[in-house]
């Protein structure tokens, strides 16, 4: 199957049920701003950008994560709107670069690892079965079950499911 919507980079930022709750007096997601600017500076066709509902890691609030042909980056806590207008900038110097730039040190600073990403260096992506929650066998057990708490695994572990069918 193929898609004629081909993009760089795909950027989400979560405002779910921590992230930019300001209510609960966690700092704001400017959603409204990304998306006139994701609009007005004609990014939609290069890099895509989804907000999005939790992604797990709510004791990181604010989060984000930017998936590329190369690898997933993970950012927590972002809690000054200077970090989305680094994001914004970063998004528009990679659009005219043609590809997903290295981010600037202040983003690289916020970014964290998951345990996905851990079990990836650590096994390698040829084996990716170890996705699979399978206790009786402790080479295939779930590393991750203790961190997906909103399920975010989920998706991860259908998309490789699929791809081993
Ligand atoms: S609400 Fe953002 S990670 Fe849970």
Same mark, same amino acid.
């Given at each position: 199957?193929?898609?004629?919507r081909?993009?760089?980079?795909?950027?989400?930022?979560?405002?779910?049920?921590?992230?930019?709750?300001? !209510?609960?007096?966690? /700092?704001?997601?400017?959603? !409204?701003?990304m998306?006139?600017?994701?609009?007005?500076?004609?990014?939609?066709?290069?890099?895509?950008?989804?907000? $999005?509902?939790?992604?797990?890691?709510?004791?990181?609030?604010?989060? &984000? $994560?930017? @998936?590329?042909?190369?690898?997933?980056?993970?950012?927590?806590?972002?809690?000054?709107? $200077? @970090?989305? &207008?680094?994001?914004?900038?970063?998004?528009?110097?990679?659009?005219?670069?043609?590809?997903?730039?290295?981010?600037? @040190?202040?983003?690289?600073?916020?970014?964290? *690892?998951?345990?996905?990403?851990?079990?990836?260096?650590?096994?390698?992506? *040829?084996?990716?079965?170890?996705?699979? @929650?399978? &206790?009786?066998?402790?080479?295939r057990?779930? /590393?991750? &079950?203790?961190?997906?708490?909103?399920?975010?695994?989920? /998706?991860?572990?259908?998309?490789?499911?699929?791809?081993?069918?």
């Open positions: 199957m193929q898609t004629k081909i993009v760089i980079a795909h950027l989400s930022l979560c405002r779910g049920c921590c992230c930019g709750a300001v !209510e609960k007096g966690n /700092p704001n997601v400017p959603v !409204e701003w998306k006139d600017e994701w609009k007005k500076r004609g990014l939609k066709k290069s890099i895509q950008l989804t907000i $999005s509902g939790c992604l797990g890691p709510c004791d990181l609030h604010n989060v &984000a $994560s930017i @998936s590329s042909a190369e690898q997933t980056m993970w950012l927590g806590r972002l809690r000054e709107f $200077s @970090s989305y &207008a680094a994001l914004l900038e970063w998004a528009l110097a990679s659009r005219d670069a043609g590809q997903a730039l290295p981010l600037p @040190s202040e983003l690289n600073e916020l970014r964290y *690892e998951t345990a996905v990403a851990r079990e990836f260096a650590r096994r390698g992506m *040829e084996d990716y079965r170890w996705l699979r @929650s399978d &206790a009786s066998d402790p080479e057990a779930d /590393p991750v &079950a203790a961190e997906g708490r909103c399920g975010w695994v989920t /998706p991860i572990r259908q998309a490789l499911l699929h791809l081993q069918q």
